[in-house]
């Protein structure tokens, strides 16, 4: 699974967002993403994907940073 | 600062018969149990025990996911009996002006969020994971659901969760009582809710040697507060909550007014952790009936504490008794534990719920199964089948804790209200 449909899949069951919603141009403030669904979400994708996010890093505000940010971990940690 | 009358105006529940509060108060009445049989298939050994629960209830459908999955199920329970309550009193979910910053929750619960630790361990111990889920601690603090109520409705005042064994959303309410009587707050919601079947719980609650024993057939006839034989509690969840209003405020907003709080007491027995003492729970009576400036035969009800076990109800027989002297013989008493179970933090919340409803629809919920009276227990009016027709004027709900805190609220009824 890529990394945008990891998220579209997270969102829709956690928040019933609908997935067409979830596109790389979305603020994830705007889909009801906060600080703590963020920690919910950086999990999954560390679970699902074997990364490590840095705990100090920048939070996303769009769903394209957030896999950008995923997709190059991937790459260099896979 | 003069004392100020407080109304209830809203009432909400969830409850193993759903949260319609007619239909729940017709099945108490009509005597029906909701114990059933609770069978896991934990290894190496499963539960196997009588338990009520809420099946009908869907915390997604009901809160909606968004919310749902920031609870745990004690929460959600919590947050889902608050919003009937005040729904059910006629105020909006979102405050229009910032009129609420007076206004407060105080909750009961005397586990909190023990579902979420319960996964935590199973995840960690049982499924080989290495970290949890990052909500963790906001799913299981104790004060999840109270603060939640706030968040959800805009109330700015007090927001505490009360966590005091078996008597935790008595004390709730009676603790908001005291903030609307004294004219600090206009407007409290109070309540409890519990979800206690987490496995390490419910195996703790076993080895104390307090639980109703039972198969699958007898589960619905196990619980017998006051019987011969009777051989203790039953566990359940659900969640229960009441709005509580300046009586001045409620009246001039056209607020239907369910019925008067008029009294609170709350005393500890100073004396031991499980076994419950006359003493305590007298002082605890007489002080509820002071504060509300009730005599004894102002009193037509009482739903007692009443858990089924052997040890505890001859003690809460002998303190009616004691407080209610030569009146106690023909003092209505009923333990409805016997069909809605023990809810633990949550019980004084539904309890005072369903004595609010017996004084506002004048009729009596039984002790279901009690068959055979204890003589232990004789002394007052115990009721076996629902009573209706009753002209009740004021009624009493006890709630005695292990740790030895009392609390008994006092009620009155409200007259020419539906």
């Known amino acids: ?78 | 600062m003069s004392q100020r009358r407080v109304a209830i105006t809203g009432l909400g529940l969830v409850s193993p018969f759903g949260g319609d509060l007619a239909d729940f108060f017709a099945r108490l009445l009509a005597g029906e149990s909701a114990v059933r049989f609770l069978r896991t298939d934990d290894l190496p050994r499963p539960l196997n025990m009588p338990f009520v629960a809420c099946p009908g209830f869907d915390a997604g459908t009901t809160l909606g996911r968004p919310l749902a999955g920031m609870l745990d199920r004690f929460a959600q329970l919590g947050v889902a009996a608050a919003f009937a309550a005040w729904d059910d009193a006629g105020l909006p979910r979102k405050p229009e002006i910032d009129e609420r910053d007076n206004w407060g929750v105080t909750w009961g619960s005397a586990l909190g969020g023990v579902l979420a630790f319960d996964k935590g361990y199973r995840d960690l111990w049982q499924n080989g994971r290495e970290r949890l889920s990052p909500l963790s601690i906001v799913l299981g603090m104790n004060n999840a659901a109270n603060a939640q109520i706030s968040i959800q409705l805009g109330l700015g005042g007090i927001s505490t969760c009360h966590s005091v064994a078996c008597a935790s959303s008595a004390i709730a309410i009676g603790e908001a009582f005291r903030l609307v009587r004294s004219g600090e707050a206009p407007v409290m919601l109070a309540g409890g809710s519990e979800a206690p079947q987490a496995y390490a719980v419910a195996r703790a609650w076993e080895a104390l040697r307090v639980m109703a024993s039972a198969d699958q057939a007898s589960a619905p006839h196990c619980c017998r507060p006051f019987a011969v034989g009777r051989n203790g509690m039953v566990l359940g969840e659900g969640g229960a909550a009441l709005v509580l209003e300046d009586w001045e405020r409620a009246v001039a907003r056209g607020a239907r007014i369910h019925g008067e709080l008029a009294g609170y007491g709350t005393t500890c027995d100073h004396h031991h952790l499980v076994r419950p003492a006359v003493a305590g729970q007298v002082r605890a009576i007489r002080s509820a009936l002071v504060d509300a400036r009730l005599t004894l035969a102002d009193i037509d009800y009482v739903n007692a504490h009443g858990t089924a076990t052997p040890e505890g109800d001859p003690v809460e027989i002998a303190a009616l008794r004691e407080v209610f002297g030569s009146a106690a013989a023909a003092l209505p008493v009923s333990a409805t534990k016997s069909m809605h179970g023990h809810l633990l933090g949550a019980a004084g919340a539904l309890e005072a719920i369903i004595t609010v409803l017996a004084l506002r629809e004048g009729a009596i919920p039984p002790t279901a199964h009690l068959d055979s009276l204890d003589p232990a227990c004789a002394g007052v009016d115990h009721i076996t089948a629902g009573r209706h027709s009753q002209p009740l004027r004021a009624a009493l709900s006890s709630s005695f804790a292990f740790g030895g805190s009392n609390a008994v609220l006092a009620f009155r009824a409200v007259a020419g209200q539906p």
Not at chain 1, 26 to 32: E, K, M, Q, V
Not at chain 1, 33 to 62: A, H, Y
Request: hydrophobic share 45%; with cysteine.
């Open chain 1, 1 to 78: 699974m890529d990394s945008l449909n990891l998220i579209r899949e997270f969102l829709d069951g956690r928040m019933g967002v609908p997935p067409q919603q979830v596109v790389p141009a979305a603020s994830l403030a705007d889909l009801g993403v906060d600080s703590l669904l963020m920690l919910e979400l950086v999990f999954e994708c560390e679970d699902r994907f074997g990364v490590t996010l840095d705990k100090n890093l920048k939070s996303p505000k769009t769903v394209g940073e957030l896999v950008a940010l995923v997709d190059r971990l991937r790459r260099e940690q896979g």
